[in-house]
């Protein structure tokens, strides 16, 4: 059934849209795209009614690193998923349209900087990430959570194809210390594997 399909037997309403909220980006946070497709099939209107305002986290758990990254990856990952289902509308507001929106531009880097290391261009992966660092280092919000351990890691894994092993390991363990703090539990496991690397040289 498509996603814009409804069902003709419906459940329950959730109890509010901040409910329907947690319970998606719960689903995000777990990988459950059968769960993310219920629900969408489910309560599309209200979703893409209610999104807009989603995009304006809660005020008492601003300041709270481990929600904020669960909150932001929640967020984006719901418009992915209507992306991949062929609905952008989501996505268009979350990033906009210009080049100049942030968290476009952070996207498209760090996809860029990937494409390069696979094509073990690191040099090229280090000169590319270098402005997106120091932008996101003066940067807050959960986008900033979700992209600077990103790009840090991949600075190291550049740095480690290069040879430059202690450069590799301070950008690695900052990549980790991160996610320890965001309750990043992929991004853990992927630096830990990263810095074992390293270490072996």
């Not at 009614?49 to 758990?61: C, D, S, V």
């Not at 990430?129 to 003066?138: H, N, S």
């Not at 919000?141 to 979700?146: C, E, H, K, L």
Request: aromatic share 8%; glycine share 8%; with cysteine.
């Amino acid at each position: 059934m498509g996603i814009l399909h409804y069902l003709f037997f419906r459940p329950r309403a959730p109890r509010s849209a901040e409910k329907l909220r947690d319970q998606l980006f719960e689903a995000v946070a777990r990988g459950d795209e059968r769960r993310l497709l219920s629900l969408a099939n489910t309560w599309n209107d209200l979703i893409r009614a209610e999104f807009k305002h989603w995009q304006t986290m809660p005020k008492a758990l601003i300041g709270n690193r481990a929600y904020e990254a669960w909150y932001g990856k929640g967020l984006v990952g719901v418009a992915e998923f209507y992306r991949r289902c062929g609905v952008s509308a989501l996505m268009d507001q979350l990033i906009g349209d210009g080049a100049e929106n942030p968290l476009i531009r952070w996207r498209d880097t760090y996809t860029q900087a990937t494409a390069l290391l696979d094509a073990t261009q690191a040099e090229a992966v280090v000169a590319l990430l270098e402005p997106i660092l120091a932008e996101l280092t003066t940067s807050g919000g959960s986008a900033v959570d979700m992209y600077q351990p990103r790009c840090l890691g991949l600075r190291g894994a550049a740095y480690h194809q290069l040879g430059h092993q202690a450069r590799a390991r301070t950008d690695t363990l900052a990549a980790l210390r991160m996610c320890q703090e965001l309750g990043d539990a992929e991004g853990l496991a992927t630096y830990t594997r990263n810095l074992e690397m390293i270490e072996q040289g």
